[in-house]
């Protein structure tokens, strides 16, 4: 079966329109309409029919079952051909969200030193959610991922490296900054400001909104810490953050939620099930596992 065959039968289902996926490929319309031929005598079915009253093209059910898997043919092509180039680079492509960044790579990029791997790893920063899309595609080849439960995929191999809690973030000025605690119920009359969809925070934060029965005002939402950070200073509105978004350096005053039950930020390390495990990416997991065992015991 040829590959691009494949390809031109996506396209076809989406565009519904052969002489558009000829276009979009720049290749005759014979070109598309022998390709879905082949593909229809290699499955004996008929995958696509025309409606010619209409001037459309209807996907059978059978091509409809043809096009979720071939989605899913192309997606592995593409990330084995992603794999493959990246194994002649001899680098290890390293995710990591700039919230779990700020606060770990300076003090991991010491171990990484120390075991002279740092110059065989490219750093890609992102919000979790995208690197998260970025691992299943290939674009990275391991990741640590920020999340408000256990990553549960069967194309990633996820281990929690640390769990820590979420906040809600003051200036030192407001009302709540005197306080040890505060529920979420109570402060639903706030308003705040939060990190974007980029991040796992609103998940979070919807989570304990449906669990209180609140709805809270959410006036800015930025991918941009650092401003979110400075809003929070001018009490623009007040934040919602994982624990280790937060430093001294800040002037933020971090209060613990007394919710009995509220989401957890949730720091796993992820690499993809079918990927080939390289000594490199090996020494890399064992660095990484030593440095949260130094974290942990710090802590305790």
């Known amino acids: 079966m040829n590959t691009k065959d494949i390809e031109y039968y996506v396209q076809i289902v989406k565009q519904k329109n052969f002489t558009k996926v000829a276009n979009y490929f720049r290749v005759s319309q014979p070109t598309i309409t022998y390709a879905l031929q082949r593909l229809e005598k290699e499955f004996d079915a008929i995958l696509i029919t025309r409606d010619r009253s209409h001037h459309e093209l209807i996907v059978t059910p059978s091509g409809k079952q043809l096009f979720l898997h071939a989605q899913a043919i192309l997606q592995e092509i593409s990330t084995a ?45 992102g919000g979790s959610r995208d690197l998260y899309g970025m691992i299943r595609q290939g674009r990275i080849d391991l990741a640590v991922l920020g999340s408000t439960q256990p990553i549960v995929d069967q194309y990633l191999e996820t281990e929690l490296l640390l769990d820590k809690r979420f906040m809600i973030v003051v200036p030192p000025t407001h009302p709540l900054a005197q306080q040890k605690a505060v529920s979420f119920k109570d402060i639903s009359d706030e308003q ?12 979070a934060f919807t989570k304990l909104s449906k669990q209180t029965h609140t709805q809270p005002k959410v006036v800015y939402q ?37 919710d009995e039950v509220q989401p957890r930020f949730l720091i796993s390390l992820a690499k993809r099930t079918q990927q080939l495990v390289t000594p490199l990416q090996e020494q890399v997991v064992q660095v990484i596992h030593e440095f949260v065992t130094a974290q942990k015991n710090s802590s305790s």
């Open 81 to 125: 051909r992603a794999e493959i180039t990246q194994l002649q680079k001899k680098k290890l492509r390293f995710g990591m969200p700039p919230i779990i960044g700020n606060e770990y790579f300076p003090k991991l990029s010491g171990y990484f030193i120390k075991h002279e791997l740092m110059n065989q790893i490219e750093i890609t920063d």
């Open 192 to 203: 705040f400001v939060l990190l974007n969809e980029h991040y796992v925070h609103p998940a």
């Open 222 to 258: 930025s991918n941009d810490l650092t401003i979110l950070k400075s809003m929070i200073r001018e009490n623009v509105g007040i934040g919602f953050l994982a624990e280790i978004a937060v430093h001294p350096e800040d002037h933020l005053v971090c209060l613990p939620l007394s």
